[in-house]
């Protein structure tokens, strides 16, 4: 039902933690499954430097903080704002139908992250375009 890397991102998930002293910090919560992510983000110079998560949440859920957490390091802020929880399914080999939503998660932690930095750095946050059928700001809806 999942790939292998699903698997290894699950059972060995890459920068689980928290960051002392972060730029941004962003947390999400799915109502229909209760699953929690946090996001803590590192920026210097609009890069992206070090990211850590912790998740309370289903395989899927860890396995796509994993992935994703690995994909913006290093990135602008404008680059890893357009990781689309579709390319961090696909990094991860799939996600079985069901489990799509859970990559929506980390998309909209890593976005509300962003905008924590942003507004403490005395900035506006940018915003999403959210889905009309499900209101989530994924372009692969699921519902
Ligand atoms: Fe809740 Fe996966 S089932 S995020």
Request: aromatic share 6%; with cysteine.
């Amino acid at each position: 039902m999942y790939s292998e890397k699903v698997m290894d991102h699950f059972t060995n998930p890459r920068n689980v933690g928290m960051i002392e002293d972060p730029s941004g910090v962003g947390e999400e919560g799915n109502p229909s499954c209760g699953d929690i992510m946090k996001m803590y983000l590192k920026v210097e110079n609009d890069i992206i430097v070090d990211a850590k998560f912790q998740t309370f949440g289903c395989g899927a859920a860890i396995a796509s903080s994993s992935m994703a957490t690995e994909m913006i390091k290093g990135k602008t802020l404008e680059e890893a704002w357009t990781l689309s929880n579709k390319a961090v399914a696909e990094a991860l080999d799939g996600l079985p139908p069901n489990k799509m939503h859970c990559s929506v998660l980390a998309e909209e932690t890593i976005h509300k992250a962003i905008n924590d930095y942003l507004v403490k750095s005395g900035r506006e946050p940018w915003g999403d375009e959210e889905c009309s059928s499900c209101g989530h700001d994924c372009d692969t809806c699921e519902l």
